[in-house]
């Protein structure tokens, strides 16, 4: 470790395994040791810290990141980040002690820093880009539904850190269903808040009331983590070098995840995958960014049908956040285009499984949705709105 100069003390700085960089003042610590945890301390100032979040394996700037803080109770802390502006349009999401997570609001941000009253009794509190999802929140989903005898968990591969990666398999599994859908999440280590809407979908596949049809009609299989590893060491997961998971499909892919869907879903489709979606999160606010949205498809069969689901979710979402299909990226327009990195990409890969009609990325915001709050509850609403979706386009194919 270093060596830092905090108030005249001295403070031991630990890399750990998590990216952790544990350091103290006489009473404050910040540290990243614990899952999705990413931070560079700097240096603390009486009850300013001065951090920045870890690029690591980064080509570029990206805007992820997560710590813990120890020993600020009582008092206002200022986080001056000094890698440009990380914020959502609602500020940074924050959670003290056990409890929710919850947004701090973008007027606690001044600039490139946020201002935190931490109460009196608060002995911990975390502070986060957005909202986070990890393995731990999977895992309470899969046990709320344990004895659910139309849900099954296989690994779908282990990873280059020896995590094993869930594929979850849900609704229609005791006999061959009229269809399959593959959903996929976390191609992008960083991009949360897309996870509790799959959440939301699963919930609703399993006990809302389509479910009966879904487990008569349909067989899902899911991979919420397609970067298992990056999720839980709290890695950007974005512009990952050489190139990320969702710049994989490839003729031999270098991600162990990719390899095993390239493997599975050509012969798990047996000609009835009629879905493939792979669920993101878009950049971190901005126009487009603060709305949800389809990636348009460069084919023409598939830009139809793209079109036709995307009317019924608009209709299905009138009660959630909100989705007009206005704020879709169409091909050939901004970053969806013709270059050879979008042509690796899950969604263009998956237009070519056998039996697909629908093969596309949803885009979903990090804290704001035409101008609704974005949250768990919300996200998990919005989930079982595409699951509602999702049902009535199966329907259409008959």
Known sequence: ????????????????????????????????????????????????????????????????????????????????????????????????????????????????????????????????????????????????????????????????????????????????????????????ACEMMASWVLDGLMETVLSGPDAPWFCENVEFAIVPFMDKDGVEEGDQGKNRRPHDHNRDYQEEPIHASVRAMKEFAPTWSEGRIRVAMDLHCPYIRGRRDEEIFLVGSPFQTVQKEIDRFAAMLQTASTTTLPYDPKNNIPFGVEWNNTSPERARTFSRWATNLEGIKLACTLEFPYACAGGKVVDVASSRAFGATLATALRQYLDTLG
């Not at 750990?16 to 544990?22: H, L, M, R």
């Not at 951090?51 to 206002?76: H, I, K, M, P, V």
């Not at 005898?149 to 006999?175: A, D, I, N, W, Y």
């Open 1 to 188: 470790g270093c060596l830092l100069q905090s108030r005249g003390l001295p403070a031991i700085v630990a890399d750990q395994e998590a990216g952790a960089v544990p350091a103290s003042s006489s009473d404050l610590t910040i540290d990243a040791a614990f899952p999705g945890g990413n931070i560079l301390l700097e240096r603390i100032d009486g009850d300013t810290v001065y951090l920045s979040q870890d690029l690591r394996d980064t080509e570029g700037w990206w805007f992820y990141w997560c710590f813990r803080l120890r020993g600020g109770a009582g008092r206002n802390v200022t986080f001056s980040f000094t890698n440009k502006d990380v914020f959502t349009c609602r500020g940074p999401a924050m959670r003290l002690g056990d409890g929710p997570w919850s947004w701090l609001g973008r007027e606690k941000v001044q600039g490139t820093a946020f201002t935190a009253p931490i109460p009196e009794h608060v002995a911990e509190a975390r502070f986060c880009l957005a909202i986070p999802y990890l393995e731990e929140d999977l895992r309470r989903f899969l046990n709320r539904h344990s004895d659910n005898p139309h849900l099954k968990v296989v690994e779908h591969c282990t990873t280059p850190k020896g995590r094993s990666t869930e594929r979850l398999h849900l609704g229609c599994l005791s006999k061959t269903p009229r269809h399959r859908i593959l959903l996929t999440c976390r191609h992008h």
